[in-house]
């Protein structure tokens, strides 16, 4: 029987010949990792389920970066739970300050997480290493605790809805359109249970860290994972990365989809998730009228140096409208040091944006950047729901990049065609 | 593995609130739990139901916040598990872990009346309907599932693994 990306690699890792949605499995994992927040709960089931020692090292992440470096005193706490374990299991992914990043923005980068992988986080992101051709889903911390243990988790196998991407993309158009207007499409539910498929020309033409936004996104659509077919990008970013070996897996041809879409995407504007929902999206120009108070460019959804890289095209030579607060976060000390080795932080500073050590801060309402009652923000994050940047009568915009950049140019949501003067 | 009970019928989208309501989360203490199961859902439910039987709801069982302590609660009252047409994605994970079984049947809900008596098969995937003498098909329990509700949940589970030895 023909099978979608999904099926081969949970049955490569359940060893099963062949699978079929809905099936319980129970499977072998290729990584684990959680964060400050679900780490320290996860670590407290592994001692509950008499867990002496993590199933294997090298096999596991503990990441400080929601809270890191530590808000307050409950998050230092937190942040000191996942040292003392990492240092009493001799860890070797673990990162202080100065060494990390956003979990989801470092596990690529450190070649940790690989195509053809079954990973497991304690975090609804990890649908992002879908971008590598990986089957990659959020968990409980649960789960998470069981399996630092085993390095095993049971799976129900989910249905395959494949999406089909046609056309060439126009200019300051990129991942984060093309995922907020799938999620626009499907809603905010319409990929419950199922593992989607992201495929067609304009994927095939997507660099990297765009095909990461638009895995990232995946669960915005209730998804539990959104992979894309792993191809020659996919090689040439893993193999100097790859901490270990990767193997490429291909849907049959003929493998049955609960459900295929296919969008010519070769006319389509930039996209803007409205509040409060990520599937509330429109383009960018039914917008224009909208004021706004704060920017934020960074997360796990946009903290990658080709978005550092776009913010400071667009920023190159302007300044951050006096009323606005434009905070850019690099996703990890890499693409810190990046940015700044290309001269982007010049760039920034002489915008007057405000650049952060990578954190997720923001992202979640957590500090950083905490929106006051009735502002309103553009964020390049990946969730605008009631309250989720600070106060409950505060309003979170979601884009790209480069209308994130437009945007604190001018004070308002903006095409970013109409600051680069096209 | 075999469970039989007679069933009692519930609605779509029943949330983990209405499963064990909030006012009741200052506690973990399972008996506790148990002695408000379902109570928005249905008030009087805790003093109809027998150990044995079995909760028969829609679609979306278990929806809203992802409390662990609505599974906890629904197997602490004794129930034998729950049959829907659906689950929420959270529940669904949650009851495994937690040890409460749970079963997928559209036609099993179709066909179901309050207190039909059932015997669930979970090694065929066959739920049996004594009262009115017909089946329906569920997905069956593999091993490993079975093994891990037998142990009560997942914790205890990898904590009887660890103590034979076999995740050393
Ligand atoms: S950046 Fe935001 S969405 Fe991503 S892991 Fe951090 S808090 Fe979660």
Same mark, same amino acid.
């Given at each position: 029987?023909?099978?979608?990306?999904?099926?081969?690699?949970?049955?490569? %890792?359940?060893?099963?010949?062949?699978?079929?949605?809905?099936?319980?499995?129970?499977?072998?994992?290729?990584?684990?990792?959680?964060?400050?927040?679900?780490?320290?709960?996860?670590? !407290?089931?592994?001692?509950?389920?008499?867990?002496?020692?993590?199933?294997?090292?090298?096999?596991?992440?503990?990441?400080? !970066? %929601?809270?890191?470096?530590?808000?307050?005193?409950?998050?230092?706490?937190?942040?000191?739970?996942?040292? !003392?374990?990492?240092?009493?299991?001799? @860890?070797? #992914?673990? #990162?202080? *300050?100065?060494?990390?990043?956003?979990?989801? *923005?470092?596990?690529?980068?450190?070649? @940790?997480?690989?195509?053809?992988?079954?990973?497991?986080?304690?975090?609804?992101?990890?649908?992002?290493?879908?971008?590598?051709?990986?089957?990659?889903?959020?968990?409980?911390?649960? !789960?998470?605790?069981?399996?630092?243990?085993?390095?095993?988790? #049971?799976?129900?196998?989910?249905?395959?809805?494949?999406?089909?991407?046609?056309?060439?993309?126009?200019?300051?158009?990129?991942?984060?359109?093309?995922?907020?207007?799938?999620?626009?499409?499907?809603?905010?539910?319409?990929?419950?249970?199922?593992?989607?498929?992201?495929?067609?020309?304009?994927?095939?033409?997507?660099?990297?860290?765009?095909?990461?936004?638009?895995?990232?996104?995946?669960?915005?659509?209730?998804?539990? *994972?959104?992979?894309?077919?792993?191809?020659?990008?996919?090689?040439?970013?893993?193999?100097?990365?790859?901490?270990?070996?990767? %193997?490429?897996?291909?849907?049959?041809?003929?493998?049955?989809?609960?459900?295929?879409?296919?969008?010519? *995407?070769?006319?389509?504007?930039?996209?803007?998730?409205?509040?409060?929902?990520?599937?509330?999206?429109?383009?960018?120009?039914?917008?224009?009228?909208?004021?706004?108070?704060?920017?934020?460019?960074?997360?796990?959804?946009?903290?990658?140096?080709?978005?550092?890289?776009?913010?400071?095209?667009? @920023?190159?030579?302007?300044?951050?409208?006096?009323?606005?607060?434009?905070?850019?976060?690099?996703?990890?000390?890499?693409?810190?040091?990046?940015?700044?080795?290309?001269?982007?932080?010049?760039?920034?500073?002489?915008?007057?944006?405000?650049?952060?050590?990578?954190?997720?801060?923001?992202?979640?309402?957590?500090?950083?950047?905490?929106?006051?009652?009735?502002?309103?923000?553009?964020?390049?994050?990946?969730?605008?729901?009631?309250?989720?940047?600070?106060?409950?009568?505060?309003?979170?915009?979601?884009?790209?990049?480069?209308?994130?950049?437009?945007?604190?140019?001018?004070?308002?949501?903006?095409?970013?065609?109409?600051?680069?003067?096209? | 593995?075999?469970?039989?009970?007679?069933?009692?019928?519930?609605?779509?989208?029943?949330?983990? /609130?209405?499963?064990?309501?909030?006012?009741?989360?200052?506690?973990?203490?399972?008996?506790?739990?148990?002695?408000?199961?379902?109570?928005?859902?249905?008030? /009087?439910?805790?003093?109809?139901?027998?150990?044995?039987?079995?909760?028969?709801?829609?679609?979306?069982?278990?929806?809203?916040?992802?409390?662990?302590?609505?599974?906890?609660?629904?197997?602490?009252?004794?129930?034998?598990?729950?049959?829907?047409?659906?689950?929420?994605?959270?529940?669904?994970?949650?009851?495994?872990?937690?040890?409460?079984?749970?079963?997928?049947?559209?036609?099993?809900?179709?066909?179901?009346?309050?207190?039909?008596?059932?015997?669930?098969?979970?090694?065929?995937?066959?739920?049996?309907?004594?009262? =009115?003498?017909?089946?329906?098909?569920?997905? &069956?329990?593999?091993?490993?599932? =079975?093994?891990?509700?037998?142990?009560?949940?997942?914790? &205890?589970?990898?904590? =009887? =693994?660890?103590?034979?030895?076999?995740?050393?």
């Amino acid at each position: 029987m023909p099978m979608t990306i999904s099926e081969k690699i949970l049955a490569a %890792h359940a060893q099963a010949d062949q699978l079929v949605p809905g099936q319980l499995i129970e499977a072998r994992l290729d990584f684990v990792f959680g964060n400050d927040i679900t780490a320290p709960i996860a670590i !407290d089931v592994f001692h509950k389920a008499g867990g002496k020692k993590v199933f294997d090292p090298q096999r596991v992440a503990l990441i400080p !970066d %929601h809270f890191v470096p530590n808000k307050d005193i409950q998050s230092a706490q937190q942040a000191k739970i996942l040292r !003392d374990f990492a240092r009493e299991h001799e @860890l070797p #992914w673990y #990162w202080e *300050v100065g060494r990390m990043g956003i979990e989801h *923005v470092l596990l690529p980068e450190q070649g @940790l997480v690989l195509p053809g992988d079954l990973i497991i986080g304690a975090d609804s992101h990890t649908c992002t290493y879908g971008a590598l051709g990986a089957f990659a889903t959020g968990v409980g911390s649960t !789960d998470l605790g069981a399996a630092m243990v085993t390095g095993r988790a #049971w799976f129900k196998v989910p249905e395959s809805i494949k999406i089909i991407y046609k056309g060439q993309l126009r200019p300051h158009v990129g991942g984060k359109d093309l995922i907020l207007y799938a999620i626009g499409q499907l809603g905010v539910d319409g990929a419950r249970y199922k593992a989607l498929e992201i495929t067609g020309e304009t994927i095939a033409n997507l660099p990297m860290d765009d095909r990461f936004t638009i895995s990232n996104m995946a669960i915005e659509a209730g998804a539990k *994972v959104g992979i894309i077919p792993p191809d020659e990008l996919t090689e040439n970013y893993v193999k100097t990365r790859a901490k270990r070996p990767y %193997h490429f897996y291909q849907a049959d041809s003929d493998a049955e989809y609960q459900a295929v879409y296919e969008w010519d *995407v070769s006319r389509m504007e930039p996209q803007v998730a409205k509040p409060h929902l990520p599937e509330n999206t429109v383009p960018v120009t039914e917008l224009a009228d909208v004021a706004i108070d704060q920017v934020v460019i960074g997360s796990c959804t946009n903290g990658r140096i080709g978005d550092i890289r776009v913010a400071a095209q667009i @920023l190159k030579g302007k300044k951050v409208s006096p009323e606005i607060r434009c905070i850019i976060i690099p996703g990890s000390q890499e693409v810190y040091q990046t940015a700044l080795k290309e001269g982007l932080f010049d760039i920034f500073t002489e915008a007057e944006a405000a650049i952060s050590t990578p954190t997720c801060g923001p992202c979640l309402g957590g500090y950083m950047g905490i929106l006051a009652d009735g502002e309103v923000a553009v964020s390049t994050t990946n969730r605008n729901f009631l309250g989720r940047m600070g106060h409950i009568n505060s309003e979170v915009y979601l884009a790209s990049p480069a209308v994130a950049a437009a945007s604190a140019i001018t004070g308002h949501i903006t095409h970013p065609a109409e600051v680069a003067g096209e | 593995m075999e469970l039989k009970g007679y069933s009692f019928l519930f609605g779509d989208d029943i949330d983990t /609130d209405a499963i064990i309501p909030a006012r009741y989360l200052n506690t973990s203490d399972p008996a506790e739990l148990a002695e408000h199961v379902m109570e928005d859902a249905d008030p /009087d439910f805790a003093n109809r139901f027998q150990a044995g039987d079995f909760i028969v709801a829609g679609k979306n069982f278990g929806c809203g916040s992802s409390r662990e302590h609505a599974p906890i609660a629904i197997k602490a009252a004794g129930l034998s598990g729950v049959v829907a047409e659906s689950f929420a994605r959270i529940f669904y994970r949650n009851a495994f872990n937690m040890g409460l079984p749970i079963f997928e049947s559209s036609e099993a809900v179709a066909d179901i009346e309050s207190g039909d008596e059932l015997k669930i098969d979970m090694d065929s995937g066959q739920i049996h309907n004594l009262t =009115k003498g017909r089946s329906y098909h569920t997905l &069956p329990t593999p091993p490993f599932m =079975k093994e891990l509700i037998n142990a009560g949940g997942l914790v &205890p589970f990898v904590r =009887k =693994k660890v103590e034979n030895g076999g995740y050393a």
